[in-house]
């Protein structure tokens, strides 16, 4: 079975109680679980991890590359300016593997600076607004990818 890590970013640890009305009202849990199923029916081996710490996201994607896995991730608030997660993340796609770039709600629809990520240049590609389905959408995308 195809591993894939979904890692996740700054304040995500807080979804469900913050700001709903954005991030909806699903918890990190409901992630793990539901990232857990929708890897099972799709033949992947999903496991979901979450960090405010910059380097433990950037070892997160080292291991990544060192394991073959491919990555989903949701960068956070480090979308907008971490440098170390964008080359991170190159390395993950330079080495051969997918990485999808998810968010929660449609970043281009909310304040400026949440306008440009660093990150997705350097992803496969993105998926943005569709709540906890991104994450679904991300899945189905690395696996029709890998089946392609």
Known sequence: ???????????????????????????MADLRRSGAAWGEALDLEVEVRQTDDESELVGWLH??????????????AFTHYSYAVRDAAAQVTTSGLLLVEVHLSNPATRESFRHHSVVGAVATGTVAGFGFDSYRLALEAVAARLAA
């Open 63 to 76: 291991e990544a590359v060192d394991a073959r896995a491919h990555v989903v991730l949701n960068p956070a």
């Open 1 to 27: 079975m195809t591993r894939v890590l979904v890692l996740n970013g700054p304040n995500l640890g807080r979804l469900g109680v913050r700001e709903p009305e954005i991030y909806g009202s699903a918890s």
